[in-house]
């Protein structure tokens, strides 16, 4: 019956202090064009290929209530339970972007000879782990 039922992956949901602070700062750290940014700025989109980022606020009734409060790390010490992972043809010089327009760097991009990627981490406005690498395997060219 619904054994081919299959899913679209569509958004992937980042729960922020300041929506508009936040789209503002991934499309200047990581190079994403603004999609939307609504008038409230309770919820902002960026372009990222087939699936969309997506910005709310961190706390709201209308997903309190039903699904439960977002829990914000206490620490450095401490991650949300998910990263966001964005690729690039050059690790290096997005990173050094990143960094420049506000990401705290948490390791510089190095090479990880176990998955053959190039790999560097920071930290965005909101304290979410960015994970910025290179491809595994280059997507094919048309």
Request: charged share 25%.
């Amino acid at each position: 019956m619904a054994s081919d039922l299959k899913p679209t992956f569509a958004y992937t949901v980042v729960y922020v202090k300041d929506v508009a602070k936040s789209v503002d700062f991934y499309a200047k750290a990581f190079g994403y064009n603004v999609r939307r940014l609504d008038e409230s700025h309770r919820w902002g989109e960026l372009e990222s290929g087939h699936t969309t980022i997506a910005f709310t606020r961190q706390h709201q009734h209308e997903t309190d209530d039903i699904t439960g409060v977002v829990q914000v790390p206490k620490s450095d010490l401490e991650r949300p339970p998910m990263e966001l992972c964005l690729v690039y043809s050059d690790v290096d010089v997005a990173f050094k972007r990143a960094v420049e327009n506000g990401a705290v760097p948490v390791n510089q991009p190095e090479n990880k000879q176990d998955w053959g990627q190039k790999v560097g981490y920071v930290r965005d406005i909101d304290g979410m782990t960015v994970r910025m690498g290179s491809y595994v395997h280059p997507p094919k060219q048309d």
